[in-house]
């Protein structure tokens, strides 16, 4: 079971996910997205600069699961994006992934002007080699920009967000926007997995710790992509739909937050 969230435009995506980073051997890729989707995901989470394109989407193939019932993501990265090369982009990514469309593509980071380019992402919608449009790593002053100006507002900001870090404002933010909120190392790839202060509610609950931090999410209201390559961990990261932290504990998770973050700040990035 993976319970969806439903979006600005009325479609919808399932709530968890596969992210696929750090997983660079297309091989690898292609192994780890068919365990995946065998397991129960059908929403994977890729981009150009992850160099997996063709493995995720050998994959989602091999896994023999209607392209229809799947929902994947890629993002363009920096350089398409500062050349404003996003449709020459998208035409490489969509090669590489065999398939005709995605479900989602983002702006990777809010790198060169993106009230500009962002027009490109609109035509990539309606040509329908996008289902849906977002952003990744912007900012509330970022989104204050970009949002007077579009004609087809972001459906997903896919940011840094777990309980060391949590954005509360964002979140608050994009709720108020009606942009979905898309959590990226959501274990603080996984050094969050041993916190004292998290194993405890896992054992309160009889839960693990990377199900305690889905859960939270989920009750959030965001969209999580734990990484994992591995088939049981896989299992454990999406079987999250059979208990419910209490309103208590949501709050009790929220005062974890140290503003500690594992990737760049996106307003001082330069990359
Ligand atoms: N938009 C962006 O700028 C951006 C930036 C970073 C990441 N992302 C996306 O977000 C996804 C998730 O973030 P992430 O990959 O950085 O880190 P993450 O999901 O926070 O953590 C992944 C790490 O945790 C381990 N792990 C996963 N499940 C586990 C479990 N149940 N028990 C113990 N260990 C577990 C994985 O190891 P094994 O694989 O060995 O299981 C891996 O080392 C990425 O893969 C990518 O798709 C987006």
Redesign the pocket.
Known sequence: MNTNITFNNGNTIPAV???????EDNDLAAK?VASAIEVGYRHI???AI?GNEEGVGRGMKDSEIPRNELFL?T?IWNDDLRSGKIKEAMAVSLEKLGTDYVDMV?V??PAGEYTEYWKLFEELYDEGLAKNIGV??FTMRMLDKLLPVCRIKPVVN???R?PYFIQKPLLKYCDKKEIAL????????????NKPDILGLAEKYGK????IIQRWNYQNGVI???????P???K??IDIFDFNISFEDMKYIDTFDKNMR??PNPENFNF
């Open positions: 996910g596969l992210g696929t980073f750090r997983i780890t989470d890729t981009a992850y993501t993002k983002l990777h980071w990744s790593n896919q940011v840094e777990h898309t959590a990226w190392s959501g274990f603080m790839v996984g050094e969050l997995l693990t710790a990377a199900q999580s992509i734990p990484k994992s390559i591995n049981d961990r896989m454990e990261n594992k990737g």
